[in-house]
């Protein structure tokens, strides 16, 4: 037991140093690390370096997901190319821009209110087209395969959100006479 002016005077035991260096959980400090996009210098703790990319800015962190999730890196690939979509394709775009009369089929949101054109949709990707061994890529360009649709509905029916029968059902239109399988999503 100590008496009280000893615990008030503390001058019975030895304060160890926590700070720097000498703190019981010191592990090196700050590590001097290149930016992934513009290899500008860049301080992190050890704790806050993980993962693929050390990035120095908010302007980097959009670069690197821009080029890092594209393709095969993206989540929701699905599979096929980015390539053009070849012959013919300006013609049908064209051609169900006019039919659709420059408005989404589903909506109704038209040219004035997007402020540019709105996109055409392939109701039967051209991914399918490609992959399938008795067609062509072309021949995903039927203009019975295609629709108008602004950007937001396009995005739901690229994500398998609306049935392919009541897409053509909104163009008045019956599907092709020959369509690709359709292969099975992985589970």
């Not at 503390?10 to 090196?28: F, I, K, L, Q």
């Not at 690939?77 to 989404?104: I, S």
């Not at 109704?108 to 067609?135: K, M, S």
Request: glycine letters at 8%.
């Amino acid at each position: 037991m100590y008496c009280a002016e000893c615990v008030e005077t503390v001058d019975w035991r030895e304060v160890t140093p926590a700070t720097g260096a000498d703190h019981h959980r010191w592990n090196g400090g700050k590590l001097e690390l290149e930016c992934t996009v513009c290899a500008e210098p860049v301080e992190r703790y050890p704790s806050n370096v993980s993962g693929e990319a050390v990035l120095c800015s908010e302007v980097c962190r959009r670069t690197w997901l821009s080029e890092s999730f594209t393709g095969e890196g993206h989540p929701n690939w699905k599979g096929g190319g980015n390539e053009p979509y070849g012959e013919g394709w300006a013609a049908t775009r064209r051609a169900a821009l006019e039919r659709d009369d420059y408005r989404c089929v589903r909506c109704g949101t038209d040219r004035a209110e997007l402020g540019r054109n709105p996109d055409v949709h392939h109701i039967v990707p051209v991914r399918h087209f490609i992959e399938a061994t008795d067609f062509e890529k072309t021949d995903a360009h039927a203009l019975e395969n295609v629709l108008t649709l602004c950007p937001p509905c396009h995005r739901k029916a690229d994500f398998g959100h609306f049935d392919p029968a009541h897409l053509r059902s909104l163009v008045g239109s019956d599907p092709p006479e020959r369509l690709p399988p359709t292969p099975a999503d992985p589970a």
